[in-house]
C-alpha cells in the first residue's frame, strides 16, 4: 500500500536550518509528481513546493519559501528532500510529504519548530 513516512523535523533557533526526508513506498516512486506540505496550528494544510517525476525534476516553491527551501528527490532510494534553510518563526508547522496534487495518504509528518 501507499505510504509515506517524513523524518528530520527538530527544534531549530531561526536563521537555522533542517533536511527533512520522506520515503514513500507502494508506488512506482520516479515517475510521480512529489511535493512537500505543512500546517500550521490553527491553518489549513498547504503546499510548499514540488518536484515533478520522470527525466527532469522540475521544482516550483511557494512564494513564502522561495529561495530559502530546496526540493530535491533521489529516486534510487524512493525518496524526497526539502532542505530548509534560514528558518522563521513562521516556518513551525508539521511537515508532510504527498503527491502533488495531493492524495488522501497522509503519513504522521515531522514537526519543525523554530523559537529561540
Known amino acids: 500500500q501507499v505510504q509515506f513516512v517524513e523524518s528530520g523535523g527538530g527544534l531549530v533557533h531561526p536563521g537555522g536550518s533542517l533536511r527533512l526526508s520522506c520515503a514513500a513506498s507502494?508506488?512506482?516512486?520516479?515517475?510521480?509528481?512529489m511535493g512537500w506540505y505543512r500546517q500550521a496550528p490553527g491553518k489549513q494544510r498547504e503546499l510548499v513546493a514540488s518536484?515533478?517525476?520522470?527525466?527532469?525534476?522540475?521544482?516550483n516553491y511557494a512564494d513564502s519559501v522561495k529561495g530559502r527551501f530546496t526540493i530535491s528527490r533521489d529516486n534510487a532510494k524512493n525518496t524526497v528532500y526539502l532542505q530548509i534553510n534560514s528558518l522563521q518563526p513562521e516556518d513551525t508547522a508539521v511537515y508532510y510529504c504527498?503527491?502533488?496534487?495531493?492524495?488522501?495518504?497522509w503519513g504522521q509528518g515531522t514537526q519543525v519548530t523554530v523559537s529561540s
Open positions: 518536484i515533478s517525476g520522470g527525466r527532469y525534476a522540475y521544482a
Open positions: 504527498n503527491f502533488a496534487p495531493s492524495s488522501t495518504y
Open positions: 507502494g508506488i512506482n516512486f520516479s515517475i510521480v509528481a
